[in-house]
């Protein structure tokens, strides 16, 4: 059993006294990959916002394990720069390595290495020196998990992080995550896609106009529990259960 880094108990969260989501509650620990799922305005970006300490509770309890992490890496729904900035792809990777480059900002061989070897696991190192503004929506994701890689964190942050990708690149980034989680690293991601979440997620918390329900994908993703809390039609729903049903029957 992995030592605990974040639980929530009871956790309502809003904006300005307005709450969004109440009764969150959950606990996530070392390695895992925890998903995210509500339809839109569920409150999960609202939850990511919390996480990294933007935005308080309005009530409830969120609690670190022994050691929060001195590093926590996000990537959100909007890549966070003007594309048409005149930068490489390997200029955006190295903006993970920042922190640690000091007054002077100087990237050494070693830090270069790391560069490479990111652009290398995501597989665009052969564009490297490409303009931003060339790269396809799925190259840019890309280069944003090349620039998280190198950022090193703990804990990694992922809102959408497969919007506008294509499947081919989504199930490569997916499989860089297993390799997080099989380094110890934990990630929380916000997803749609859900037999993503069902092959490569251990935890999920699904959100929705009655609350959030928290425990293993195949526990949670129910079709009753999709449709309750507004993630399914009744219509979507039939056709999530005989998508797997075969597969496990759990999942209906």
Not at 80 to 103: K, S, T
Not at 121 to 135: F, Q, S
Request: proline share 4%.
């Amino acid at each position: 059993m992995q030592p605990t880094l974040l639980s929530a108990a009871g956790l309502t969260l809003g904006y300005r006294d307005v709450p969004i989501l109440k009764g969150v509650t959950f606990e996530v620990t070392l390695g895992d990959v925890f998903a995210v799922v509500g339809q839109n305005g569920s409150g999960k970006s609202t939850l990511i916002k919390t996480l990294l300490g933007n935005l308080p509770p309005l009530a409830g309890e969120l609690r670190w394990g022994n050691t929060k992490p001195e590093i926590i890496a996000c990537l959100g729904q909007g890549s966070g720069f003007d594309n048409h900035f005149p930068l490489r792809v390997r200029d955006l990777a190295a903006m993970g390595a920042w922190p640690g480059l000091g007054i002077l900002g100087k990237v050494d061989k070693a830090c270069q290495n790391r560069i490479n070897t990111a652009l290398e696991r995501t597989g665009i190192i052969e564009i490297a020196d490409m303009p931003l503004y060339k790269l396809s929506a799925g190259q840019l994701q890309r280069a944003l998990f090349a620039r998280t890689i190198i950022q090193n964190a703990s804990l990694i942050l992922l809102d959408e992080p497969f919007t506008a990708v294509d499947q081919t690149t989504e199930a490569e980034l997916l499989t860089l995550i297993d390799d997080w989680a099989a380094e110890g690293r934990t990630v929380v991601l916000v997803l749609h896609d859900l037999s993503a979440v069902l092959q490569h997620c251990n935890s999920v918390l699904l959100l929705g106009s009655d609350g959030a329900l928290f425990g293993q994908p195949k526990q949670i993703l129910t079709t009753h529990n999709l449709v309750n809390y507004g993630y399914l039609s009744q219509s979507q729903a039939t056709w999530f259960e005989s998508m797997y049903a075969n597969q496990d029957e759990q999942y209906v």
